[in-house]
């Protein structure tokens, strides 16, 4: 190792807010160190070791996806130069204990994190680097442009290097453009050099420069006259004709080269939610893209939770597909929204199809495998997949518990009930519909069901009215002949015994 370099540090915790404290604790290049990479779990700080070649990792040990514990095992096997430092929280020691085995050099906890603590662990564990010295020619070393860059975009500003590294920068534009190469991993390189081509030897009067390589994405940040845009636009659709299977975002142009952190935050993030649902679309401008759609469909779920109860499991499971179909066309959702949108559908359809009775704990045991699917997934398009998979365990679990055939006679019986309790039906009728003997039916009907004929049909019809008392000011009159009864005092005197109040009762208990 070079004796005077910056000592190279990656920082790894599933919550940016930490990932952010930690590199504005103290001005890291002043002390010899460098933030060279961040991740939010220790799967995406695994792929990212390779390319940032880290001296020291900085790793949180509770993380969705792979916590610290493993990342410190895996680092420790396969990169043994790396030293780690672990974050913990109080209730974490047994954790702790074993990263320890695996040769961590020290441990903080997070709540007494603080900028001396965390420059003395650095401290030791540069000691521990072979060959390794921090010296003074680092600490007066000038800013680069990508640590620059990561300030602003972090929000961090410095005035005096700010005005120094803009006056690289001669044109009166600025344009943040991303490749995102998550479709071709081990092009990164490629795709590099082709931009920094096509830009600086292939346009005129454009300033290109790498500032910041992301998870999956490539920043570049152009530099030239506002009236250039449409060459720059030509420029990245020769490049698309190259790569096809890249996404290139390029923002809006913004005027001052401090206000990158800005177009970073809310340019580039509209343009990463765009591609998220349109993954095909190889060139996404954001001066094409507009930002207000109509309110997303609303999701029913009083209307799944009826239909799954009648088991409708067709039409129910049809309409979740649909509506993550609708929702999918819809890119100013939030992503994460989207996906709890998706995980919430999968989680009510495992309890209420529990509640209905069926043995669901295959079903159980999966959701959660559905659900950590989704939370990774890259597009749109993986997360509805990810659903309708789900969809189709449900229906298989569903189907190898049908119920008997007497059963779904009785069902059908039901479901007709319910369809029609607001007409006069009678037991005749209703025995004429299904062609059966009244006597019979009756006799059926209270050998298969805990209520008799007359009973369950006051009983949906009591439950429609209530749901009309609550939701509306119609009279208790047009209540009674809407949900069936021709004899109002019958329905007054039937609603009592059923709830225990007189409907005009029942309304002002509701009203209080």
């Known amino acids: 190792m070079t004796v005077g370099e910056p000592c190279r540090v990656m920082v790894v915790d599933d919550e940016t807010l930490i990932r952010q404290g930690i590199k504005h604790y103290f001005n890291w290049e002043e002390e010899g160190f460098q933030i060279v990479g961040e991740a939010a779990n220790g799967q995406e700080a695994l792929e990212l070791i390779n390319d940032v070649k880290p001296h020291i990792l900085i790793t949180d040990i509770v993380m969705p996806i792979m916590d610290g514990e493993e990342l410190t095992k895996i680092v420790k096997a396969n990169y043994p130069q790396i030293e780690i430092i672990v974050l913990s929280s109080f209730g974490e020691f047994d954790y702790v204990r ?61 005035a005096e290097k700010v005005e120094e590294i803009s006056k690289l920068y001669p044109y009166d534009s600025f344009f943040l453009l991303g490749a995102d190469f998550t479709h071709v991993p081990d092009r990164q390189e490629e795709i590099k050099e082709l931009i920094q081509w096509a830009f600086q030897s292939q346009t005129k009067n454009t300033v290109c420069s790498f500032v910041r390589l992301e ?50 935050r809310n340019m580039l993030s509209q343009l990463d939610q765009y591609r998220f649902y349109n993954p095909n679309h190889v060139l996404t401008l954001q001066s094409e893209l507009v930002m207000e759609q109509e309110d997303p469909p609303h999701f029913n779920l009083e209307w799944l939770t009826e239909e799954l109860k009648r088991e409708r499991f067709d039409s129910a499971f049809q309409y979740i597909h649909e509506h993550g179909k609708k929702l999918a066309t819809y890119y100013t959702i939030d992503v994460q929204e989207f996906k709890s949108l998706c995980n919430n559908m999968i989680f009510n359809v495992t309890i209420l199809v529990r509640n209905i009775g069926y043995d669901v704990k295959m079903l159980e045991k999966n959701k959660y495998k559905y659900m950590q699917a989704i939370d990774e997934a890259k597009t749109a398009q993986k997360v509805l997949s990810d659903l309708d998979e789900f969809l189709l365990g449900a229906q298989k679990c569903i189907n190898e518990q049908q119920p008997s055939f007497e059963n779904q006679n009785m069902k059908k019986l039901l479901d007709y009930i319910t369809d029609n309790y607001m007409k006069p039906l009678t037991l005749t009728e209703v025995a004429k519909h299904f062609h059966f003997n009244p006597s019979y039916l009756s006799s059926y009907f209270t050998n298969h069901n805990k209520e008799g004929f007359s009973e369950y049909v006051n009983k949906i019809r009591i439950d429609a009215a209530i749901k009309l008392l609550k939701k509306s000011s119609v009279s208790i009159s047009d209540i009674s002949a809407q949900v069936g009864y021709s004899d109002h005092s019958y329905f007054c005197k039937v609603f009592k015994k059923t709830t225990g109040y007189s409907p005009s009762q029942y309304r002002r208990k509701l009203l209080k």
């Open 215 to 264: 998870k999956d994405k490539l920043l570049f940040l152009l530099n030239a006259e506002l009236q250039s845009y449409s060459n720059i636009v030509s420029t990245l659709k020769d490049c698309s004709e190259r790569q096809d299977k890249v996404g290139f975002l390029l923002t809006n142009s913004f005027s001052q080269f401090h206000e990158i952190g800005e177009a970073y």
């Open 98 to 158: 074993s990263s320890f085995q695996h040769g961590v050099v020290d441990y903080i906890l997070k709540p007494k994190l603080d900028a001396e603590s965390l420059l003395d662990v650095l401290r030791t564990a540069v000691k521990r680097i072979p060959d390794f010295q921090i010296s003074k020619q680092s600490v007066v070393a000038p800013i680069s442009l990508e640590q620059l860059v990561d300030k602003l975009i972090s929000g961090f500003e410095n």
